[in-house]
């Protein structure tokens, strides 16, 4: 079956004519979302360090470096801002797929709508387009993908920027199958074992998949060439879907109802700035603070009980030496802030936090272990159980199911206005409730420069 040409089709000719309503507002919050992830990224230094080296390169002034205060090439102003987008991890995902489309797709299709002047009907065909096509190949291969040593939001996404901005230069279907084939071939890597080392070069998978997305479509419109077939491979066996897991994939996921359910719906969204699997055991702490009844003192130890790929994925402690990335994939760090701070959010992901002493004290009283019943509800449920245990044999204890912002428990408009100004710090308060507005009204947009000028 030709899955890669069917998504091809489909990508291409998405139509905001004939969307459904609720696929054009769930857009609208996933660009909304990534605005507050831009805004809440600004105060981590390795951002800093990346932007300053982009802004030194003096390249032609093309597209936004988004919050940043200066312009630059297409490419490079979607790979800050892809990697903006990223760094404090309270991104948006696709639970069925482990991966993260909006910091691939969004940077790219805003760079490239900026640099030719389009307006916000195509932003939003363009969005839907790269996330059917990010979504879609990583659902069919996930976990499988991941266990196999990558990180679908580079390798994957890559696959819808590529969609996303080939939607945006009107390429038809078979300049989407031919841009498809090349982004199959110049795809970043995208190890895993980055992330679960905590090296912070994690933070840029989503930009760099952003900017080669950019690259395979612009090759394409020059007329080099890629296999039409890049997806589910041939007979020789060197398909994407091919060789980057070694357990089965299920192409079906790619043609399932295609044209029809669009994947975006799938979507969740972050009210705090951690790995999602670090999600039911945050909101599990926080509702249990919401009626105290004890002292951080009276803590003698902390369980938390979950599924496997939690443990495997976020299981970890934290120590003194490790980075921003380590802590956001840390249920002992994630826990222990919350106990502490009462929240997470960007606040918590600076060094002389996540160094603090009674943090990380706190933290060596957390354990993490696999449930065998809550492992049995994943992928359906990412369950999470915590018991805190107190002085006098007292426990407190509590169960997520669904963590907030999971479409069956989802972040609605005001969730995520609410994020956008928590996160924006210190800027222009009516500015930024002029942004929220004009996101939430993208489609009537003539020219979408007037948006990221104001961001």
């Known amino acids: 079956m030709e899955y890669t040409r069917m998504l091809a089709d489909t990508c291409a000719n998405v139509s905001i004519a004939k969307l459904p309503p609720k696929v054009i507002h769930k857009a609208k919050l996933c ?5 507050a992830n831009i805004y809440g990224s600004s105060m981590l230094d390795p951002l800093r360090s990346i932007a300053g080296y982009i802004h030194s390169l003096g ?55 900026e640099d030719i002047g389009l307006g916000g009907k195509d932003v939003i065909e363009g969005i839907i387009a790269g996330y059917e096509a990010a979504n879609r190949v990583a659902q069919a291969m996930h976990p499988g993908h991941t266990l196999s040593g990558f990180l679908p939001t580079g390798t994957c996404g890559t696959f819808g920027a590529a969609a996303a901005v080939s939607k945006l230069k009107g390429m038809g279907t078979e300049g989407m199958l031919n841009t498809l084939g090349i982004a199959g071939y110049i795809l970043p890597i995208s190890m895993a074992e980055q992330l679960m080392g905590g ?3 994690k933070i840029v998978q989503g930009g760099q998949a952003a900017k080669v ?50 994947s975006i719906m799938d979507v969740y969204f972050k009210p705090y700035t951690a790995c999602r699997h670090t999600h039911g055991a945050i909101q599990a702490i926080l509702e249990i603070l919401d009626n105290k009844s004890f002292e951080i003192e009276e803590i003698e130890k902390i369980d938390v009980f979950t599924y496997g790929i939690a443990l495997i994925a976020v299981g970890k402690g934290i120590r003194e030496k490790d980075t921003f990335v380590s802590a956001q994939f840390s249920i002992p760090y994630c826990v222990s802030a919350c106990l502490l701070d009462g ?42 159980r915590v018991e805190i245990h107190l002085k006098g044999g007292r426990k407190l204890e509590r169960q997520v199911d669904t963590p907030k912002g999971d479409p069956r428990d989802p972040m609605d408009e005001k969730d995520i206005s609410d ?8 800027r222009d308060r009516r500015k930024v409730a002029d942004v929220i507005n004009m996101v939430m009204d993208l489609e009537n947009i003539g020219n979408i420069r007037d948006l990221i000028e104001i961001i």
């Open 199 to 201: 090296y912070t070069v």
């Open 343 to 384: 929240e997470l959010g960007p606040r918590q992901l600076h060094k002389n936090r996540i160094t603090d002493p009674s943090i990380l004290d706190l933290s060596k009283k957390v354990k993490v272990s696999m449930d065998e019943e809550l492992n049995s509800m994943y992928p359906d449920f990412t369950a999470t």
């Open 59 to 113: 390249k032609p002034e093309r597209a936004t470096a988004l919050g940043w205060g200066f312009s630059t090439g297409v490419q490079d102003a979607a790979f800050l801002n892809g990697i903006a987008a990223e760094a404090i991890e309270a991104q948006d995902g696709l639970r069925f797929g482990g991966n993260h489309p909006g910091v691939a797709v969004i940077p790219a299709t805003l760079a490239v709508a």
């Open 419 to 426: 994020k956008v100004v928590s996160f924006s710090g210190s």
């Open 213 to 262: 997305g950019i690259t395979a479509s612009d090759l394409a419109a020059l007329g080099i060439t890629g296999e039409p077939y890049v997806l589910e491979g041939s007979s020789l066996n060197g398909g994407f879907t091919q060789i980057t897991t070694k357990m089965e994939t299920k192409l079906d996921k790619i043609h399932e109802e295609l044209g029809k359910q669009f």
């Open 31 to 35: 660009v909304l979302d990534f605005i």
